[in-house]
């Protein structure tokens, strides 16, 4: 299968993705981890996008049409792709259809992660992942069990996103508002969205997401 998960920074695409990557098989193409790790090896790509993800706001779409067209390249066919963050404007949407195309696949599902604007923020400011492996945590809604080491690898350094401050995380909420909610219209048309509420616990949004990939 090929799926969007759709929702507004901080809804839990990153956390579903991961566990559905866990349970299926599937790979999670995030185009924000992609566009992370090009900052941090300072890329030509990575040093284009830093000061504008720092602003929270959004990087060109050819630059993140490119990075997914490279990565459904380099993926087997059989694989089913998670689409996380990814398409996030009219001209992305256009762009996915033309590269699922182009690789010989179809858009089966558009999962919105439906939540509470208000409360995201807190969801947002309260991220850290693990250094070594990225495995995503939240001070109070989803700390490691043991204090201070990795549930994955174990490992005892975490980090913070530079653009998870709350000034930013205002300039991301109001990208989504006025670029990637509007593309939600065009997937309805097609039959293929399905809504879940992001504001249920992590495991119960996990659950109904399974029920709807059936
Ligand atoms: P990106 O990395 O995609 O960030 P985002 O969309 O703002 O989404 P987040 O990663 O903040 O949130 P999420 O929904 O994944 O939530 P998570 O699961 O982590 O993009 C960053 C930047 O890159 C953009 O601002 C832009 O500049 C650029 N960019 C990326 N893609 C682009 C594109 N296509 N076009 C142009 N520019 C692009 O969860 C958040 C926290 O909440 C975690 O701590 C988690 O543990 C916790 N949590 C999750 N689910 C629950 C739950 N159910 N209950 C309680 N806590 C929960």
Known sequence: MNIILLGPPGAGKGTQSAGLVERHGMKQLSTGDMLRAAVKAQSPVGLRAKEVMDRGELVSD?????????????????????????????????????????????????????????ALVERITGRFSCAKCGALYHDTANPPQKEGVCDV??????????????????????EYRAKTAPI???????????????????????????????
């Open 184 to 214: 939600l219209p065009g997937y309805e048309k097609r039959g293929i969205v399905s809504r879940v509420d992001g504001m249920a616990g992590i495991e119960e949004v996990a659950r109904a997401i399974d029920g709807i990939l059936g």
């Open 153 to 174: 690898c174990g490992s005892t350094e975490f980090k913070r996103r530079p653009d998870d401050n709350e000034e930013t995380v205002r300039t991301r909420m109001d």
């Open 62 to 118: 050819e630059i993140v049409s490119d990075l997914i067209d490279a990565n459904l390249t380099a993926m087997e066919p059989e694989t089913g792709a998670i689409f996380d963050g990814y398409p996030r404007t009219a001209a992305q949407a256009d762009d996915l259809d033309a590269l699922l195309a182009k690789h010989g696949r179809s858009l089966d599902c558009v999962i919105e992660l439906e939540v509470n604007v208000d």
